[in-house]
């Protein structure tokens, strides 16, 4: 049963990122020059981010690989990417978005969340998985700070 409803919310997760895409297609892609692009890889673990501070700049094309290696699902959940063009690639599934708010990522996978920041700011993001224990009361949590050029 418990795999039932993680493949259902895959799937509205996947749908969500889909109907995003069709918004998305008007304005381009996020993505620009390859090597301009500010990568960062944050590695999950039980119960905590690495790095669990991240540091990126208005304007430049940012992406962010996030590397599940813990034995349970993970999120990473976020306001700082809620209103911005996003490209997302999930177990080898890619879409392009208007706005994320979470990721689930399995056991042993990755995503890679490719975006370019507008505005400067300090912003949170923490997984808020509840099994086996609520991971954001154990400490799975970090702060994205943008700032200007």
Same mark, same amino acid.
């Given at each position: 049963?418990?795999? &039932? ?10 749908? #969500?990122?889909?109907? *995003? ?6 304005? *381009? =892609?996020?993505? #620009?020059?390859? &090597?301009? /692009?500010? =990568? ?8 905590? @981010?690495?790095? =669990?501070?991240?540091?990126?700049? /208005? #304007? ?5 690989? /996030?590397?599940?290696? *813990?034995? /349970?699902?993970?999120? @990473?959940?976020?306001?700082?990417? %809620? &209103?911005?063009?996003? &490209? ?10 208007? *706005? ?5 990522? !399995? ?7 490719? @975006?370019?920041?507008?505005?400067? #700011?300090?912003? =949170? ?6 099994? !086996?224990?609520?991971?954001?009361? %154990? ?9 200007? !050029?």
């Amino acid at each position: 049963m418990r795999h &039932d409803r993680r493949a259902r919310r895959a799937v509205w997760i996947a749908v #969500g990122v889909a109907a *995003g895409a069709a918004l998305l297609a008007a304005a *381009g =892609s996020p993505a #620009g020059a390859e &090597d301009e /692009v500010d =990568s960062v890889t944050i590695h999950l673990r039980e119960y905590r @981010f690495d790095p =669990s501070e991240i540091r990126l700049t /208005v #304007g430049r094309d940012s992406e962010l690989i /996030v590397i599940n290696n *813990g034995t /349970v699902p993970h999120e @990473f959940v976020t306001e700082a990417l %809620q &209103d911005l063009a996003v &490209d997302v690639e999930i177990a080898g599934v890619r879409a392009e978005t208007l *706005g994320v708010a979470e990721l689930e990522i !399995p056991p042993k996978a990755r995503a890679v969340v490719r @975006f370019t920041p507008e505005r400067a #700011g300090e912003f =949170s993001f923490a997984c808020r998985a509840l099994r !086996p224990t609520d991971h954001h009361r %154990q400490g799975m949590r970090g702060r994205l700070l943008i700032r200007e !050029p």
